[in-house]
């Protein structure tokens, strides 16, 4: 079946830092893939997405890649800020077959920014 | 427009009691879904509803039962609660139709079973 895979966490950067947090996955067909992200005692909110190989989609000064001949949907920042700590989870979407585009997600990577 | 909305925020039940978790959303969407959030393990499928009058189970329905009551309301019932259901429920909704892939989530009930 389908999986999602994150780099295990947390992670805890100063502000400004590079932020890179790995995503891969396994799926059979073309999936969509998706960040969330999830601040503290909130629901889950969607950060970003792409839609097919190479697509890049961006939100926020978020950036990540579709990268098929990885399986990889690695998410970036140039420059984290403190509002930036909360919980990200990569997902995928197989609309295709029975799955009724229900989302597969990666376990979490738990981001904490300090000043 | 709410978007999704789930009632309680909070609850607490003793091991063995029910109780049902309500979700509405108003974005005329037509696939509902059911996840549960535990600690490591990301958010896992419960139930989901593909349409009005349809339900599937998901990855870890044992213990619970959903009713798609109408379009817009979707319900998920614990008739027996045990300790092992202590979690974070998230109820998400998602339109219908080709690139209309993303899925819209409520705040969470946080429940605890003692």
């Known amino acids: 079946g389908d999986s999602v895979t994150q780099m295990e966490g947390p992670v805890t950067l100063s502000e400004e830092a590079f932020l890179t947090i790995n995503c891969t996955y396994t799926?059979?067909?073309?999936?969509?893939l998706f960040w969330y992200v999830q601040y503290p005692g909130e629901g889950l909110q969607l950060l970003l997405k792409?839609?097919?190989?190479?697509d890049k989609g961006s939100n926020k000064g978020f950036e990540a890649t579709y990268r098929k001949e990885t399986t990889s949907f690695h998410l970036e920042k140039g420059s984290v800020q403190v509002s930036d700590s909360a919980v990200y989870f990569c997902a995928l979407s197989n609309a295709g077959g029975t799955s009724y585009g229900k989302l597969t997600f990666g376990q979490g990577t738990i981001l904490t920014v300090h000043p | 427009n709410a978007g999704v909305t789930q009632t309680p925020k909070f609850q607490v039940l003793k091991t063995g009691q029910s109780m049902t978790l309500q979700c509405a959303q108003d974005?005329?969407?037509?696939?509902m879904y059911w996840y549960r959030q535990d600690p490591g393990m990301g958010l896992r499928l419960i139930y989901y509803?593909?349409?009005?009058?349809?339900?599937d189970k998901g990855e870890v329905p044992n213990g619970y039962n959903v009713s798609r009551l109408n379009k817009r309301e979707f319900s998920l019932r614990l008739e027996s609660a045990a300790p092992s259901q202590t979690s974070v429920y998230f109820c998400?909704?998602?339109?219908?139709?080709?690139?209309?892939?993303?899925?819209?989530f409520g705040p969470g009930t946080r429940l605890t079973v003692l």
């Open positions: 509803s593909a349409s009005e009058g349809t339900t």
């Open positions: 998400a909704s998602r339109a219908a139709g080709y690139g209309t892939d993303t899925q819209y």
């Open positions: 792409a839609t097919k190989a190479d």
């Open positions: 974005m005329n969407h037509n696939s």
């Open positions: 799926a059979t067909g073309y999936p969509s």
